[in-house]
């Protein structure tokens, strides 16, 4: 336009004028997800570079706020080698969730997921890579896996409990999917950024196993290769197992099986919310005959048995990830407590209403009064209690 001057200038001839250089995008992205790894990002990087000579490689740690100088030590490696690349989260943490945020912080066209604890094989980066490239007359892979159940594989020396409870993982994975996969639940594997774009909207990015959320999220099932290697057993650090491990995977099958309509802290609520039924009836039933309370005694603590109950449940259960500790627990079950009873008056009134003046069916009015406390109870709580 006239009387305009363009004001765009070519990124590269500008770095030429200013005397910089822009290193091109590299191949393959290695997205490590670390916390407290301070002892293994120098070996892994060593590793990592040996093996995967003549190649254009980056690796890209995201760092989950580690106390133990593992940014320290990235950063040191980094300040020498400029293809060490680093994300720092705080308030965030899940390795499903750090593999995303790695991999979408690259350009790289291929994307590879490891452990910073140095269990799995390097070596096989080269071979997956391979796998996944298309050659004269025959389709790459669009997702090589690091496979332990393979022939070739294994759990190296893990003793019989963990080897078990990893079983019983997989075939609970192997359900969700729509495709036959030896070891779904492996966290060593690459794939096609096409591919991780085609999931990523319909990631669940819940707990420690991406790998099954991707193709869990997949339209169709792709193209997979599984390549065997053994897992090897941790040098330094600690594992990251406990509880919390588990309830995030329990979270991700319940999201990949219903989340499509309910959401998955919604079903684990009136999962809880089942419970808190029991122990109010059992509490109801010890309050009557055991210590021999009047009825409206025994009732008013079976309420307050349940609605504890139920308190604690959600609070570890349904929002782990947002548990609320110390004074801000009293605080949470007053509240808590406040919630539900607003939501119980809502049940009877609706309940009342549609038996009465609407002359519906009483299983069918109390549905719907049950129903509206739980969707009540739900939201307000999600809002109020424990937002994120």
């Not at 790695?102 to 994307?111: L, V």
Request: hydrophobic share 50%; charged share 20%.
């Amino acid at each position: 336009m006239r009387g305009r001057e363009c004001k765009c200038v070519d990124v590269r001839l500008y770095a030429r004028l200013m005397n910089v250089m822009i290193p091109n995008s590299p191949e393959l992205c290695v997205v490590v997800p670390v916390l407290n790894e301070h002892d293994n990002v120098g070996p892994l990087v060593e590793a990592v570079a040996r093996v995967l000579e003549g190649v254009s490689w980056e690796i890209m740690f995201v760092d989950d706020d580690s106390r133990d100088g593992t940014r320290d030590v990235i950063s040191d490696i980094a300040s020498r080698d400029p293809r060490v690349r680093m994300i720092h989260r705080v308030g965030r943490r899940g390795l499903s969730s750090a593999f995303i945020e790695g991999a979408q912080a690259s350009f790289a066209p291929y994307i590879a997921a490891m452990d910073g604890d140095l269990q799995h094989d390097e070596s096989l980066l080269p071979k997956m890579l391979e796998a996944l490239h298309d050659t004269p007359g025959h389709q790459g892979a669009e997702i090589a896996i690091g496979s332990r159940y393979v022939p070739g594989g294994g759990i190296g020396e893990w003793d019989k409990k963990r080897a078990g409870m990893s079983n019983l993982a997989t075939k609970l994975g192997q359900m969700v999917l729509k495709t036959e996969v030896a070891d779904p639940m492996s966290g060593f594997f690459m794939l096609r950024r096409a591919t991780f774009d085609t999931a990523l909207r319909n990631l669940s990015a819940i707990g420690f196993k991406i790998l099954l959320d991707i193709i869990a999220s997949m339209p169709t099932p792709p193209r997979i290769i599984e390549l065997p290697f053994q897992f090897r057993t941790r040098v330094a650090g600690e594992s990251k197992l406990d509880s919390g491990v588990m309830r995030d995977f329990a979270l991700l099958l319940v999201d990949k099986t219903v989340g499509h309509w309910i959401p998955v802290r919604f079903v684990l609520f009136a999962g809880v919310g089942s419970i808190g039924i029991v122990l109010h009836m059992a509490a109801l039933l010890v309050a009557l005959k055991a210590v021999g309370l009047p009825f409206a005694s025994a009732q008013l603590w079976a309420t307050m048995v349940a609605i504890f109950g139920n308190f604690w449940l959600n609070n570890v259960i349904t929002f782990g990830d947002r548990k609320l500790k110390g004074a801000r627990i009293w605080w949470g079950l007053a509240l808590f407590a406040v919630i539900c009873a607003v939501g119980a008056i809502g049940n009877l009134s609706v309940a009342s209403f549609l038996f009465g003046p609407q002359m519906v069916s009483w299983w069918f009015a109390g549905f719907v009064g049950a129903l509206m406390s739980l969707v009540w109870n739900y939201a307000v709580s999600s809002a109020f209690i424990w937002r994120k």
